[in-house]
C-alpha cells in the first residue's frame, strides 16, 4: 500500500542537490572561524529543559511557547535544543574551561529546534553556525565577534545586508530602566493591545517589536535604554562603536534593538537583509556577561552570536551552487575490463580525480549513456589492462592510451589531464 508519509511540518529535507551549497557555507565558516583562533564545538541536541528555561529566560516567546520538550523514560524532562548558547555556557562550566587562557573561544554549526509558526525563513529545524567568545568583559571581544560575522557575511556574498547594533547595560542599570520604561507603558496600557499589555510586568522590552500600528506610535515617544547609557555602561558601547569604525564596519545606532533572548546585556546586534522579508535577520547576537554565573559557574563576560545557514541561502538565492570539477568515469568495454575498472576508478580518487565506475551491469554502450547524465566530462574506457581510450565527453574526442601507465606514474591526475589536451 503507497503510504502517504511526509517530513513533518516546518522540517524540510536537504536533497543533494542543496546540500552541496550548505556545505559550501559550512566550508567558508569554518575557514575563517578556524583562522581566528575559534575552535569547533559539539554539544548534544536535546538538554535538560531547566537550562533552558533559566539560560533563555522564562519570559521569552521561546520558552513560553516554542519549545519541543518531552519526559524521558526516568521521567526527566528534556528539550530540544532551541539555541546553542546556554548549552555551551553548560559545557563551560561542566568541563572546567575557566582554567583554560581566557577567553575560550567556540563555534558550532548544526541543527536547532524552535516550535513556531513556519513561513519563508522561519523553519521548525533550522541550523545555525554561531560563535561564543567566554571569559571577557572587553569590548574589543564584542567588535571582533561583529567583524566576523560581517566578514562572513561579505565572504558568502549574502547581499543587501545592513548592521544594526545597541546596548541594554549592565544587568543593574537594565534593571532601573526596564521599571522606568513599565511605568511609560503603563500609563499607556489602555491603548495597548493584550499581547503587549501583558507583558508590561514580565518583559516591557518586547513592546519596541510589536507590529501594532498604535503600540508602534507610543514605543516612538518611549525612554530608550541607549539614551539612558551612563558610566562604564556608556564607555563600553563607545569603545565598542570605536573598534567597528577602525575596522571599516558600518552600522547604525538603533536605539530599540531587542532580541529575543533574556541573557543579553550591553552589546547587542542584528545583522538584517532586505531580501528576507518579514523575517528580515539573517543573524545577531550580543554579550551574556550573567549566563555563565546563573547557570552556576564562576563570574565572567562573554558575548557571541549565530547566523541561519537557511537565511543565507534565502538571501542569496540561487548563486550559491558551486561548478562541479571535471569528473571521469571507468567504462569497460568487456566483463574483465569492468571488473578492473573499480580498482581504477579506486586508484584515480586516491590521486584525487573525482571519478566514479559502472554499478549496474550495464554494456558499454549503457556506461557511456549512464556517464553523460551523470555530468562525467572523461570516460576512461578500458579494454584490458594495457590499453584503452580517453574519451572527452563534450567533445567526442578521444585518444587511445594505455592505462598500465596510470596505475605506474606518481602523478595519474597530471598524466590524465595531459592525454585530456590531445583529445
Ligand atoms: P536568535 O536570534 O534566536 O539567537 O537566532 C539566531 C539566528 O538563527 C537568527 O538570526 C536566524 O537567522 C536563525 N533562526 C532563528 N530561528 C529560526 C527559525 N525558526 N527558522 C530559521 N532560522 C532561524 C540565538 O539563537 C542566540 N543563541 C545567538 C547568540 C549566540 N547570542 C549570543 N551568542
Aim: net charge negative; hydrophobic share 40%; glycine share 10%.
Amino acid at each position: 500500500v503507497a503510504s502517504k508519509f511526509q517530513a513533518p511540518r516546518g522540517t524540510f529535507d536537504v536533497l543533494p542537490a542543496e546540500s552541496q551549497a550548505r556545505g559550501q557555507i559550512q566550508a567558508i565558516a569554518s575557514r575563517l572561524l578556524d583562522s581566528a583562533g575559534y575552535e569547533r564545538i559539539e554539544t548534544p541536541a536535546f538538554e535538560y529543559t531547566d537550562l533552558f528555561e533559566r539560560g533563555v529566560g522564562r519570559s521569552t516567546d521561546i520558552v513560553r511557547k516554542e519549545m519541543f520538550t518531552f519526559d524521558d523514560k526516568g521521567k526527566r524532562s528534556l528539550t530540544l535544543r532551541p539555541e546553542g548558547t546556554a548549552p555551551i555556557c553548560r559545557a563551560y562550566i561542566e568541563h572546567g574551561m575557566h582554567k583554560l587562557a581566557q577567553p575560550v573561544k567556540l563555534y558550532y554549526t548544526g541543527p536547532f529546534f524552535r516550535h513556531e509558526r513556519p513561513q519563508s525563513g522561519r523553519h521548525r529545524q533550522f541550523h545555525q553556525i554561531g560563535i561564543e567568545a567566554i571569559g571577557t568583559d572587553s569590548p574589543a571581544a564584542d567588535a571582533e565577534a561583529i567583524v566576523l560575522l560581517d566578514r562572513l557575511l561579505k565572504d558568502l556574498d549574502v547581499p543587501g545586508v545592513a548592521l544594526k547594533i545597541g546596548s541594554l547595560g549592565s544587568p543593574d542599570a537594565r534593571h532601573v530602566y526596564v521599571k522606568r520604561l513599565a511605568e511609560y507603558l503603563r500609563k499607556w496600557e489602555a491603548d495597548l493591545p493584550d499581547g503587549v499589555s501583558e507583558r508590561i510586568d514580565l518583559n516591557p522590552l518586547r513592546a519596541f517589536d510589536s507590529k501594532d500600528p498604535r503600540t508602534k506610535e507610543i514605543m516612538a515617544g518611549a525612554p530608550t535604554m541607549i539614551a539612558a547609557l551612563e558610566g562604564e555602561d556608556a564607555e563600553h558601547f563607545d569603545a565598542v562603536c570605536a573598534h567597528l569604525d577602525i575596522s571599516g564596519v558600518s552600522f547604525t545606532v538603533d536605539p530599540t534593538l531587542v532580541r529575543g533572548l533574556d541573557y543579553y546585556s550591553r552589546t547587542t546586534f542584528s545583522f538584517v537583509c532586505e531580501e528576507l522579508g518579514a523575517v528580515s535577520e539573517v543573524g545577531g547576537g550580543g554579550r551574556y556577561d550573567g549566563l555563565v554565573e546563573q547557570l552556576g559557574g564562576p563570574s565572567v563576560g562573554a558575548v557571541g552570536w549565530a547566523v541561519g545557514v537557511e537565511r543565507i541561502l534565502l538571501a542569496k538565492g540561487e548563486s550559491v551552487s558551486q561548478p562541479k570539477g571535471d569528473l571521469y568515469f571507468v567504462a569497460g568495454t568487456n566483463r574483465d575490463a569492468r571488473q578492473i575498472a573499480p580498482a581504477v576508478a579506486d586508484w584515480l580518487r586516491w590521486a584525487g580525480a573525482a571519478t566514479e565506475s559502472d554499478l549496474a551491469e550495464r554494456g558499454l554502450r549503457g556506461q557511456l549513456k549512464h556517464a553523460n547524465r551523470i555530468g562525467a566530462k572523461w570516460a576512461l574506457i578500458l579494454n584490458e589492462w594495457t590499453a584503452g581510450e580517453l574519451r572527452n565527453m563534450e567533445t567526442g574526442g578521444q585518444i587511445e592510451v594505455d592505462a598500465t601507465e596510470l596505475l605506474q606514474t606518481g602523478d595519474p591526475v597530471g598524466l590524465l589531464r595531459e592525454w585530456g589536451q590531445e583529445t
